[in-house]
């Protein structure tokens, strides 16, 4: 079993509609929860960043952290055909230095 | 002010042959890390630099991978004797320190025949 597990989709939206995007994660040392956005043949680009359990905002992107379930979750929210990308979760413990341990990634469609 | 530079970005290689895959980080980066991306995988750590510091090797899948950064900045990742399972989209990242946000180049893609 992986240590996180991501459904690859792909997940098809229309544009406009509230996109959830969802990871679970069995190890309870993570403590930094991160969303990388990746577009086709480019490197991921980091969207969101939190630490510990919690929501953050920034713009139409929330990040929710639930660590007593282990389970993070990426909300877009008026999705644009833009957004079209695969989104990895990515996560790692206090002594982890920069090493991050990946999902396998969900790819988004947005249909116009 | 350019990103994160890997080369070539598509590389086509015979069993068995050497490839050095090339990454030159941000200005002023002290972090560099190498990641593997394979089809429809997330990315799998496998070696980091930071600084004058020892690499962190521990994610290298076999000796015959290596790596070493030049002057604290450009990267060589070396596959020697590479095999088909090495096919995969090799990644470059840096940071500054040790931040949580690291920042990618657009990869190489390795193609093992």
């Known amino acids: 079993q992986k240590e996180v597990e991501q459904d690859p989709g792909p997940l098809s939206v229309p544009e406009g509609a509230i996109v959830s995007l969802n990871c679970t994660y069995s190890n309870s040392a993570f403590q930094y929860f991160m969303w990388y956005r990746q577009y086709s043949r480019k490197g991921p680009e980091l969207l969101m960043y939190t630490y510990s359990s919690g929501n953050k905002e920034d713009g139409r992107f929330t990040a929710q952290v639930d660590k007593s379930s282990k389970y993070i979750s990426l909300f877009i929210r008026d999705s644009q055909p833009s957004d079209s990308a695969t989104y990895l979760c990515?996560?790692?413990?206090?002594?982890?230095?920069?090493?991050?341990?990946f999902g396998g990634g969900t790819r988004l469609m947005v249909k116009p | 002010g350019a990103g994160v530079s890997q080369s070539p970005s598509n590389k086509v290689t015979e069993k068995g042959k050497d490839v050095e895959l090339r990454c030159d980080p941000i200005s002023g980066h002290t972090a560099l890390y190498w990641y593997r991306q394979s089809l429809g995988q997330g990315l799998e750590f496998l070696i980091y630099?930071?600084?004058?510091?020892?690499?962190?090797k521990s994610g290298l899948p076999s000796d015959r991978f290596s790596a070493e950064r030049t002057g604290g900045s450009v990267s060589t990742l070396t596959i020697q004797r590479t095999q088909q399972e090495d096919s995969a989209v090799y990644l470059c990242?840096?940071?500054?320190?040790?931040?949580?946000?690291?920042?990618f180049g657009s990869g190489t893609q390795l193609s093992v025949l």
């Open positions: 990242a840096s940071s500054l320190e040790i931040q949580e946000k690291l920042f």
């Open positions: 630099f930071q600084g004058n510091s020892a690499p962190d």
């Open positions: 990515a996560m790692k413990s206090n002594n982890a230095g920069n090493m991050l341990t």
